[in-house]
């Protein structure tokens, strides 16, 4: 094995993101076997508000609600693609079972921020209806 003086600077560079990527590896390998990708999901799930929390209704919360399922259905439908790339690209058996994994992960999270706009939605129309009633 060469010194790494002896190295051009390709090689180096090379060598550099094989070690960088090596850690990386371990750690995400270490936060899957341990748990902590779970118990970290559940603590802080999706934390979406499809208007400015704390802010009042306008009436231009009914496009924006539209704009973030059309935002939402277009990062699903990205996602979706990604998922099969990464199965026809890599080749192994394994790839398959990661996909499914990754597409039902996508699922939970769609309808979880779904509800969140859907919330959202619910309480802006609420405001502007109250809004409405005490007007002369």
């Keep these: ?4 003086e002896d190295m051009s600077i390709g090689h180096r560079v090379a060598l550099t993101m094989i070690i960088v990527l090596i850690i990386l590896f371990a750690l995400a390998a270490y936060g ?3 748990g902590a990708w779970d118990q970290a999901e559940g603590a802080q ?4 508000q499809s208007a400015i929390p704390g802010e009042p209704a306008s009436t231009w919360d009914s496009r924006m609600f539209a704009l973030d399922r059309e935002a939402l259905d ?3 439908k990205e996602h979706v ?3 099969f790339l990464t199965i026809l690209r890599a080749g192994d058996p394994g790839a398959g079972e990661r996909a499914i994994v990754g597409a039902k992960n996508m699922r ?3 309808v979880k921020i779904q509800d969140a706009i859907d919330a959202r939605e619910k ?7 109250r809004k409405k009633g005490q007007r002369p």
């Design 32 to 34: 899957f076997f341990s």
């Design 123 to 129: 309480a802006s129309q609420e405001e502007l209806e």
């Design 108 to 110: 939970k999270y769609y």
């Design 1 to 4: 094995m060469k010194l790494l």
């Design 74 to 76: 277009d990062a699903y």
């Design 81 to 83: 693609k990604h998922l």
């Design 45 to 48: 799930g999706p934390r979406l």
